[in-house]
């Protein structure tokens, strides 16, 4: 994933938001003022970009793909491809999509409610200018998957 290695990542262990700064080996937890402190001048001087990695065990990744047709109004119709595939009801999950190249699509699903509760941790932290599965943050080597 190009663009995270400048990256300041929020995580959540044991629901304690707790950051990640490259070229450190210690987390910062973000429950104290001087990390909290540190983290807001390095948002406000444009240091690097912040990204929350929402917890894997609750976010949902698959790739799909489509037709052309489809394509067209894959913005509306998104949930309703995926319905049943899944257990929950489409009206309580968020849907994110990223082109993969131009029928696939990358697709990351989680429940409303987890957003929220993850939002209500965040709440006094500067906004994360990307949400990311935490997967997705791995490194990506030549020959893995």
Avoid at 37 to 66: C, H, K, M, Y
Avoid at 111 to 137: G, N, V
């Amino acid at each position: 994933m190009s663009g995270t290695q400048n990256s300041l990542i929020i995580r959540l262990i044991n629901d304690r938001a707790v950051l990640l700064v490259p070229g450190e080996t210690e987390l910062r937890a973000l429950d104290e003022a001087a990390n909290r402190d540190w983290l807001v001048g390095a948002v406000e001087a444009g240091r690097a970009e912040l990204v929350f990695a929402a917890p894997a065990t609750n976010v949902r990744i698959q790739q799909l793909s489509v037709s052309g047709a489809e394509r067209k109004h894959l913005a509306k119709s998104l949930p309703f491809l995926l319905e049943e595939q899944l257990a929950d009801d489409v009206e309580g999950l968020h849907f994110a999509m990223s082109p993969l190249d131009k029928l696939n699509y990358a697709v990351a699903l989680c429940k409303h409610s987890d957003m929220e509760y993850w939002q209500s941790i965040l709440a006094d932290l500067p906004a994360a200018q990307r949400w990311l599965a935490e997967p997705l943050l791995l490194p990506l080597q030549e020959g893995e998957w």
